[in-house]
């Protein structure tokens, strides 16, 4: 086991990570807190300071997902270069040790910074706002149900575990190749999806994705079709299926590399 994982290892990795990395997290956060500013800034100016609940769940979806699916295709592009790849490699650590700390780091450390850059940034610009006469902004709340944006968080974990994934394959061009792929993916799944759903259904059904809503137009009516919770469930439960399995191929994949 201890050829597996060690505490004081892994320890020794995670502190050596953090110090040869912090500046450039540092800077990273600087620019998500200004990108964040920018762009709930601009939505209240132009709303002349009231942002609605829906609009803040929006850019929510919108800074976790871009943002982290950047971030996540750097977990391990160090590897990608043979001169930062022969001293990362030949480390005395294992390599779920190695897996371990870019999974920490990319997935559960960055939410957790992005969720108090955002809600710190949201916070400040609802008060601004606030100060404009009849105006009373409500800040977004993760838990909500008219808004649903904990669902992002899932969404993250699927972009998360490809965007790994493709930073131990591909060797140059991490991010430009994993978007390449993630939308040619999602392009023949939505493609077939529509294609089935069509021959099930004889409308005007418009196109869609698994296990989400689509609408039926029928004349000048047009009715919408929600899948059950059970249906639900079972995509979620795919979902996080498929994240596993992704995380677990992106282990065995580093595990292939050698210098």
Known sequence: MSNI?????????????????????LLSIVVLLGIMFIGLGFGAYINRGSISLQVQSIYFWLYLLVNGTVFSSTAFAELGNKKKAIPLLTLPV????????GWIYSFVIFQLIFVICFFSVDLLVLSIGDSNSGVHNTILSLSATTTKTYQA??????LHAVSIL?????????????????????????????????????ADVRAVMPFTK????EGDFV??????????????????????????????????KQV
Do not use: C
């Open 223 to 256: 009715f919408g079709l929600e899948p059950s919770q059970f249906a639900q469930n079972i995509f979620l439960g795919l979902t996080f299926t498929v994240v596993i399995l992704l995380w677990t191929a992106t282990y065995f994949k580093l595990k292939e």
């Open 94 to 101: 294992s390599n779920f040790e190695r897996f371990l700390v």
């Open 5 to 25: 994982f060690s505490i004081q290892r892994f320890s020794w990795l995670f502190v050596k990570h953090t110090k040869e990395n912090y500046k450039t997290y």
């Open 214 to 217: 689509f609408n039926i137009r």
């Open 166 to 202: 493709g930073a131990i394959y591909f060797d140059k061009q991490h991010f430009i190749k994993i978007a390449s792929s993630f939308f040619l993916f999602l392009i023949s799944i939505s493609l077939i999806n529509y294609a089935l759903i069509k021959s099930m259904i004889k």
């Open 153 to 158: 968080f899932i969404a993250f974990a699927f």
